[in-house]
């Protein structure tokens, strides 16, 4: 564990009594001063891990190391984590103040180190002037960063948020994630985010654990993660994908819809079965002539920055189209792409193989796996 690695699950696994499995076998270190985002579906689990650091719930297997310490037993008043939950969990018989004060004055801190202590908290998330404020008379943001406040103001070395922003309207959510990131740049502390919004994980993370079924499918940087998933679910999960079976015939050239194209891809075995990943935006309209896939349109949305077109292959494969051009229902097209946008996913290839192999086209070298 590197000196910079503030919180460490090594095999950490959680059972109910009736055999459920919640969590199996997770590992993964969480740097100090980064936003970090386990993003997955409903049940997946992730809110049982932040729950485990927080201290609310213990695992079945495994170890949780804070600072380089074994916290599976430690209470959660006596860890330095602080939690801001989906509801607030505001006080409603207390103003703004007296809401952020309250961790301190459980503390008996003296009543002028709690007055600037409220005080800078309330900057940090503008609402200086609010003091008296009742939370009733709050909107939506606002009691959010009333709550984010209140953790704040207990200088936790990490803040753990349970998908905080989705009882907001979109605007509202848009608005403040720009604050929940300006916000922890300006702190420099560890945040822990959870979320099924994919696109929230994307624009907020330093780096996202995206998650299903109890385990960790991959981790990395929303770049990352975006332009090389792992395998068809985290693909799919984050953003939209167009997935096709195929057949790597050899390093840098690849097959599928019964042609063969140029790609970066390397380090598979010759002839080896596999998945092929395209986004809608890397394809481009063009004629039938000129395309590297002849489609047919079967649908045409306008989704206010582009066209969302739907079209079907002679081998009956759907192809989404994100495109600033129009096409006409029931036209043929050629669509186009570039060797880069071409995405090649092993089947059943672990985390650890998939990243030796993308270090591979790195260096230059081929990683035989």
């Known amino acids: 564990m590197g000196d910079n690695t503030i919180i460490r699950f090594d095999g950490v696994s959680k059972r109910y009594e009736d055999g459920t499995v919640v969590l199996e076998n997770i590992e993964f270190e969480v740097e100090r001063g980064k936003f970090y985002t386990l993003l997955g579906p409903s049940g997946c689990g992730k809110t049982t891990i932040l729950r485990m650091i927080a201290g609310f719930t213990e695992p079945t297997g495994g170890s949780i190391y804070f600072n380089g310490q074994v916290i599976n037993k430690v209470p959660a008043n006596k860890r330095q984590v602080n939690t801001v939950f989906q509801d607030y969990a505001l006080f409603p018989h207390l103003n703004v103040f007296e809401n952020v004060a309250f961790g301190l004055r459980i503390k008996k801190m003296k009543k002028d180190a709690v007055t600037a202590k409220v005080k800078e908290a309330l900057q940090f998330v503008n609402l200086e002037g609010y003091e008296q404020r009742s939370i009733s008379e709050m909107s939506g943001g606002q009691k959010q960063r ?64 995206v998650m299903n079924k109890g385990k960790i499918e991959q981790s990395g940087t929303p770049n990352d993660i975006y332009d090389e998933p792992i395998n068809r679910f985290v693909a799919d999960f984050i953003g939209e994908s167009n997935i096709v079976p195929g057949r790597m015939i050899e390093d840098f050239l690849v097959e599928f819809n019964g042609k063969r194209f140029h790609c970066v891809d390397q380090g598979l075995r010759d002839n080896e079965s596999i998945e092929v990943v395209i986004r809608p935006e890397d394809l481009e309209l063009t004629t039938v002539e000129k395309g590297k896939l002849k489609v047919r349109v079967d649908t045409q949305l306008f989704r206010g920055v582009h066209y969302e077109i739907s079209c079907y292959d002679d081998s009956g494969h759907e192809w989404l189209v994100h495109s600033t051009r129009k096409a006409d229902p029931g036209s043929e097209i050629g669509l186009d792409f570039e060797p880069e946008a071409i995405h090649v996913m092993r089947f059943g290839e672990s985390e650890e193989d998939f990243d030796r192999r993308l270090e591979g086209y790195e260096e230059g070298g081929v990683y035989a796996g």
Not at 167 to 195: H, P, S
């Open 146 to 209: 009333v709550a984010i406040a209140r953790a704040l103001v207990n200088e936790p070395e990490v803040l753990l948020l349970d998908e905080p922003l989705s009882a907001l309207d979109l605007k509202l959510r848009t608005e403040m994630q720009y604050e929940l990131r300006e916000i922890q740049q300006r702190l420099g502390i560890t945040f822990i985010f959870v979320t099924h919004d994919q696109e929230e994980a994307l624009a907020m993370s330093d780096e996202i654990f």
